[in-house]
């Protein structure tokens, strides 16, 4: 139980230092500039996943609450792979 609880703590560390570290490359007036287009963006990148992850389910026979966990699921773990991109970018 103990190493499970560990390996727990050191993902959401490991996720918290890659947000960190790819908002310390952000700069304010770029962002301002690009604004709508990039909560436009944002808003797409999280729905795709979203919608998929739930449509699949619900084709492959998942109940609705399964299908929307497995969709926010897809979707959750978008946003690490974006910053990651945003980081090489």
Known sequence: MLLSTDLHVLSNLAVFF???LDGLEMD???IRRSGRS???ISMIAFFIPLLSGICASLLFGLTTVQSLFMGLL???T???VSAMVL???
């Open 74 to 76: 897809l979707s959750i």
């Open 78 to 80: 978008a946003i690490p």
């Open 18 to 20: 890659l947000m960190f």
């Open 87 to 89: 980081m090489v970018v």
């Open 38 to 40: 990039a909560i436009g």
């Open 28 to 30: 304010p007036c770029e």
